[in-house]
């Protein structure tokens, strides 16, 4: 059998000459502080990627034939250069989706984003109702999201994407997300909750029961088809048939990501020196780190398994999330920690405590803690008013203040 004729998922393995889902983060600042942050976003890095550097990026993606970049932070909007960065991309044949609580998603902003072909939309929303998302991100935080959908919807923007870190306290609003998304003819994007940047620390008390997981698995199993997950529940797979999507992990292979500063991951998930491949400033760029990296070479090699290649689900969930075994203190080639065989499980329980790794940044406000939600409060359009702005935050939250320093 050629290499042209092999099954898709093992052309995907052995790793491709451009990614087919790449994640830049443009910015650590963000005016929330959601617990389970997986880039431990909140301020802004002086020593991020110029708007000359990006647009630089941007031409490395164009003749590579990158179709399309996600973006994401952080907050990406609240970059002075967003609006610049997106339009530079799509110019250049890079389509843009990016990934936004929706604080700058105004009805001007709409009706623009309404009017391009080549730009998606996704708005973060963890809870169905303002109880349960605000414990998570922030006070406020789910009004802000309703209105940023109602501005599109009224821009008549379609298809825009609702994303959902599924938690233990949504599994049971998976019916109300779908009805969200149908409310405002958008799509749902589910996806599953890492312990990875500020997720470390919320892990056990936020990620859903096996019970839950049954649950997750089963709806999505029913409603799939109409649902996208970004591969992110391909564990669940060992339940039964495999979900729709490539249902395996592309770290390095498919999938990388680039941060502000321009370090190059293996995953968007897996913010850690050991997953560091290279910086898009150094000799010959983006374009090199991808193609001949020492980390991505060793991630396309045909890989054993390890303790998982004797398990009867293996071909199905092929051992599970990278990032997730690795956050937890679990081998790489070992159970994912949410195995639905329980093998994760146990395996959890011969972890030291504390030893699993931590993320290598991180980027939380001063005087907040991994846990703590920051409230924010918005005002009607136009009465906003901005806070001081520091020398290592340029710009990086107008129009917005923090609840804790509005009279």
Known sequence: M?????????????????PICLTWELTYACN?????????????????????????????????QVFYVNIGGGEPTVRSDFWELVDYA??????????????KLSPDIARRLAASDYVDVQISLDGATAEINDAVRGSGSYETALRAMQNLADAGFTGFKISVVMTRQNVDQ??????I????????????????????DVWDELHPTAQQQRVLYDWLVAHGEGVLTGDSFFHLAAFG??????????????VCLIDPLGDVYA????????????????????????QHSELFTELRRPQTGGACNSCSAFDACRGGCMAAKFFTGLPLDGPDPECVKGHGELALAGVASGSAPRPSLDHSRRGTSGSRSVPITLGR???????????????????????????
Request: some cysteine; glycine content about 8%.
């Open 181 to 200: 998304a149908d409310r405002f003819n958008a799509q749902l994007r589910i996806t599953r909750l890492r312990p990875s940047g500020r997720g470390a």
């Open 32 to 64: 929330l502080s959601c617990v389970h942050c997986l880039s431990s976003s909140g301020r802004r890095d002086p020593a991020e990627l110029t708007t000359a550097e990006c647009k630089a990026v941007i031409d490395e993606l164009e003749q590579m």
């Open 174 to 179: 998976l019916d109300a997300f779908k009805a």
């Open 90 to 103: 799509t110019a250049h044949h890079v389509g843009v989706k990016f990934s936004t609580n929706g604080i």
């Open 267 to 290: 995953c968007p998930f897996a913010i850690h020196d050991t997953f560091l491949a290279g910086n898009v400033r150094s000799p010959g760029g983006f374009q090199e780190v991808w």
């Open 2 to 18: 050629t290499a042209t004729t092999l099954p898709l998922v093992e052309q995907f393995q052995l790793g491709l000459d451009a």
């Open 381 to 407: 359009p136009g009465t906003e008013t901005r806070a001081p702005v520091s020398a290592c935050n340029e710009n990086p939250l107008a129009d917005f203040v923090p609840a804790e320093q509005s009279s």
């Open 241 to 254: 048939d495999a979900l729709p999507g490539l249902n395996l992990c592309g770290a390095g292979r498919v």
